[in-house]
Every structure is written in structure tokens, then in C-alpha cells.
């Protein structure tokens, strides 16, 4: 795969795309959570997971102890369904302070909230303990770390519930989980399917991207041609395009559920391929860029499967800038905290928001892309290190 568009230019989307034979490749069991789970609720978005846990735990009046380094969606869910957010300390590696946890849970918290970050395990199994001395659950947050594990245990299934999103990681036009593990049943209601509209026309781009990645001009000029008559189409019929990836929190969507075609996507993946792949490709950034970018992470845990690499960086959007005129849809990963959170408070948090970009590394890079996603980083990289020399 040359992954080149028709300027010649190197195209590497942020998420993977989905390939044609994907609608048509056979179903399997799935073996990871959710799809292994036997608790199980899907819905359109993972935020909708989070709004029903709070209702469904009885959260709603308490205190719930989330991360200081966190989206904010999922804050806007949890406040919107009633709980009031806390906030502890993580640290500048991502690493969550189990004794800034315990410090400060209160007669009025009412669980912990832990997210595994872009698929690097948390201490899900120190959380759980110090959840169990206060005999209060424990809410883990896999939105960025579908088919991920910590060793052997996958990730999600250590918590009183766990919460995955799916578009992330897979080419599924929508899609969130909520597992409920242990013996408690709640009785759950099955969300309604989304509009077709909307599936349709993510499914669509989706497959237009797919065509652009594998090099085409042709892919180029479809995907703005159906960009521009969708949204026509929708105007048209006063269809909503709920929109996947938003930053914000938006009550009238959190009854919608996922999309048949969404599962049925989902379990044509070879699952344990994707891990591979990501792995593969995390490993060689790594190689790559460890001498002119200090990584993050020096190593990849056992299990873990990587949503992307975490790049640090001096100058966010120098560097964005730099990596999306090489034709690398690098993100800014997490700028902004929660407003009920306050920066002055975490400091290293605040730090890591003005540090990290996500450079891709799914499943859909071959090696030759990421020889030129790893080439165009460290261009980009030595061209800021110039620049910041030249300024003093
Ligand atoms: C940690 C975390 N939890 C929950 C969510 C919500 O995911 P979704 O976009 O599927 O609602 C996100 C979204 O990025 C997230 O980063």
C-alpha cells in the first residue's frame, strides 16, 4: 500500500478506514470486551455509557473521583446525569496517583472513575482494592483502549463496569459499550437503532477514505463530492448526522444506540491482528524517534494495544502544522480540562495538555507507511529543534 494521494503526497488518516470487504468478510465470535461480555449494552456513543452508569449505580447525588487528565466529555456526561466530579492527581507519564486517590475519598464519594490512557492499563487493580475498602464501585473508562490488556487481563473487566468506544480503534461508523461485570443484573433498556442517514454517511466517508489511502485521485474527488452532496441531502430531508468524535456532551442523543452494521463490521476484524499491527507500528515509531523526541513510554506493556503515539512536543500547533502539511493527521491530543477542574491545581496535567499530539499508528499503516510517517516526524521534529536554537 502506497498510501501516497494524487500530488504524490503521503495521506495518513487519523483513524483506520474501512476497506470494501469488510461489508462482505464472514462474522466472527468476538473475542475481547465487549463482544465477549456477557453484560453487555451498546449504544451510538461511549458518553451514553457513562450518563447510564451514573443513573444506574445510583450516582446521581454523590461524588464520583475522576482524573485530573481526562477529555471532558465524559465529565460533561457524569455531571449531566446528576454526580458532582472530583479530581485527582496523574502524574506527567501518565501515571494515576493511587495515594492521591485514597487521600481523598470522603463520606460523600460515591465511586472512582479510572481511564486507561490511548490503551497504556491503569492501576485497575489498585483502584479496585481501594475501592473495595470503601466498598464503593469502580467505573473503568476503556473509551481509548478497546482490545487492550494489562498482561493477560483484558482491559474492562476489572471494574464494576467498563466503558469502550468503537470507533475509535475499528472502521465502525458509531458504536460505544457499556459491560456490566459481576454476578448483578441490572435490567438495561436496548437503546434505538440510530438514523440510517447517519450511519450511512459515516459508513460512506469511511469507505471514501479508504479509497484515498490506497493512493486514489479518484478517492480525493468522491469523498468531497459526497462530503458536499450529503450535506445537501441532509439539509434536505432534516436528517441529523450525529456526529461521532464531538467534545461536547448532548443530552437528546443519549438514548441512541448503536447501529447494526456497526457490529456487523465489528466482528468481521481480525481482532488480534489489529493489536498486532498497532503493536508493530508503535514499536517502530518508537525506534525511530527515541533519539530526537524523548518517548512518553520507553516500552509498550504485554497486551497493551496502542490507540496512537503519544508524541511530545514543544509547539502544539508548529508541529501539527509541520506534520499536516506532510499529509499526517496528527491530533491535538487533550488541550482543555473539565471547567469544574482547576489547572492551577495540576500542574503536571496542565503540562501534559500542552505537550502531547497523537501521531497514528493503526492497523491500516503498513511498514512502508510508517518508514515515512517516522521519516516526516523527525523532520518535523529537527526543523522545531532548529528553529527554537535559532530563537535563543
Ligand atoms: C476517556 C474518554 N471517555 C469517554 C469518551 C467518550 O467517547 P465517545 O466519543 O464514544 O462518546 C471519550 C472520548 O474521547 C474519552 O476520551
Known amino acids: 500500500m502506497e498510501a501516497l494521494n494524487h500530488s504524490g503526497r503521503l495521506y495518513v488518516p487519523s483513524l483506520p478506514t474501512l476497506w ?51 477529555h ?93 468506544c468503537l470507533y475509535k480503534t475499528l472502521p465502525v461508523p458509531n458504536g460505544g459499550a457499556l459491560v456490566v461485570n459481576g454476578p448483578r443484573q441490572y435490567s438495561l433498556p436496548e437503546p434505538p437503532a440510530p438514523p440510517l442517514a447517519s450511519t450511512f ?35 434536505a430531508a432534516s436528517i441529523e448526522r450525529v456526529a461521532t468524535g464531538t467534545q461536547h456532551f448532548d443530552r437528546r442523543h443519549v438514548d441512541l444506540g448503536m447501529s447494526p452494521l456497526t457490529r456487523r463490521i465489528a466482528l468481521a476484524q481480525d481482532l488480534d491482528g489489529i493489536v498486532e499491527a498497532r503493536r508493530r507500528n508503535y514499536f517502530f515509531l518508537l525506534g525511530r524517534l527515541r533519539d530526537v523526541s524523548p518517548p512518553l513510554f520507553n516500552q509498550l506493556p504485554p497486551g497493551a494495544c496502542p490507540l496512537f503515539y503519544p508524541l511530545v512536543v514543544h509547539d502544539k500547533a508548529e508541529m501539527m502544522a509541520r506534520l499536516h502539511a506532510r499529509g499526517i493527521d496528527a491530533i491535538d491530543f487533550w488541550r482543555r480540562f473539565h471547567p469544574a477542574c482547576d489547572p492551577a491545581e495540576f500542574p503536571e496535567v496542565a503540562q501534559l495538555r500542552r505537550d502531547i499530539i497523537e501521531v497514528p499508528c493503526h492497523q491500516d499503516l503498513s511498514p512502508e507507511v510508517m518508514a515515512d510517517v517516522a521519516q516526516a516526524v523527525r523532520e518535523a521534529v529537527t526543523a522545531d529543534h532548529r528553529t527554537r536554537k535559532r530563537a535563543g
Request: positive net charge.
Open 72 to 164: 471532558g466529555v465524559e465529565v460533561e456526561a457524569l455531571v449531566d446525569a446528576g454526580a458532582t466530579p472530583r479530581f485527582y492527581r496523574v502524574g506527567k507519564h501518565w501515571d494515576v496517583d493511587v495515594e492521591d486517590v485514597a487521600r481523598r475519598v470522603g463520606p460523600k464519594t460515591k465511586a472512582l472513575y479510572l481511564i486507561h490512557y490511548a490503551g497504556f492499563p491503569g492501576p485497575v487493580a489498585a483502584m479496585r482494592r481501594l475501592a473495595d475498602q470503601h466498598g464503593i464501585p469502580l467505573i473503568e473508562d476503556c473509551a481509548l483502549s478497546l482490545l487492550s490488556s494489562d498482561g493477560a487481563v483484558p482491559l474492562g473487566t476489572t471494574g464494576d463496569v467498563g466503558i469502550f
Open 20 to 70: 470494501p470487504r469488510m461489508l462482505m468478510a464472514r462474522v466472527r465470535p468476538g473475542a475481547h470486551p465487549p463482544f465477549a461480555s456477557p453484560n453487555v449494552r451498546y449504544f451510538y456513543f461511549a458518553r451514553n455509557a457513562v450518563w447510564l452508569t451514573v443513573k444506574m449505580l445510583g450516582l446521581d447525588a454523590g461524588e464520583v473521583l475522576m482524573p485530573a487528565y481526562h
Open 201 to 235: 454517511s459515516h459508513t460512506a466517508s469511511a469507505l471514501l477514505q479508504n479509497l484515498e489511502l490506497r493512493g486514489g485521485a479518484v478517492g480525493r474527488g468522491l469523498r468531497r463530492l459526497v462530503r458536499a452532496l450529503g450535506r445537501g441531502t441532509v439539509r
